[in-house]
C-alpha cells in the first residue's frame, strides 16, 4: 500500500527555520507532482508550494521568498524548507502526491495524503 509520511515539524520561534520532509513508499511506478499544504485551526487547507515531475515549482503569495520546495526524486522525497517564519505560517502541513502504484495486482493512478506534521511559530 502507497503511504506518505512526513516529519519535521515542531515548534519555533519568529524568525527561525524548519525543513519538513516527506517520503513515498510502496509498490510505486512514478511520483508525479507533488506538494505541500497547510491547515490552520478554523481555516481550510490551502496549498503552499506544489512542484511537478521534472517541472519549476510554484508557491502561495503568503510564502513566496521565505519557503523553498524540492524534491529528490530517486528516494521520491520531497522537503520544503522554511525560513523567516511568522507566526501566521502555524498550521499542520500536510504533504500531497499524485502516485502511480501497484494496488491488489493493478496499476493505479492515486492522490495520496500524509498523516500531516504540526508547524508552530511562536511571536
Known amino acids: 500500500q502507497v503511504q506518505l509520511v512526513e516529519s519535521g515539524g515542531g515548534l519555533v520561534q519568529a524568525g527561525g527555520s524548519l525543513r519538513l520532509s516527506c517520503v513515498a513508499s510502496?509498490?510505486?511506478?512514478?511520483?508525479?507532482?507533488m506538494g505541500w499544504y497547510r491547515q490552520a485551526p478554523g481555516k481550510q487547507r490551502e496549498l503552499v508550494a506544489a512542484i511537478p515531475r521534472g517541472g519549476g515549482p510554484t508557491y502561495a503569495e503568503p510564502v513566496k521568498g521565505r519557503f523553498t520546495i524540492s524534491r529528490d526524486y530517486a528516494v521520491n522525497k520531497v522537503y520544503l524548507q522554511m525560513n523567516s517564519l511568522k507566526p501566521e505560517d502555524t498550521a499542520v502541513y500536510y504533504c500531497?502526491?499524485?502516485?502511480?502504484?501497484?494496488?491488489?495486482?493493478?496499476?493505479?493512478?492515486?492522490?495520496?495524503w500524509g498523516q500531516g506534521t504540526q508547524v508552530t511559530v511562536s511571536s
Open positions: 500531497n502526491a499524485d502516485i502511480d502504484h501497484l494496488l491488489l495486482g493493478s496499476r493505479r493512478h492515486s492522490d495520496i
Open positions: 510502496g509498490t510505486i511506478f512514478s511520483v508525479n507532482a
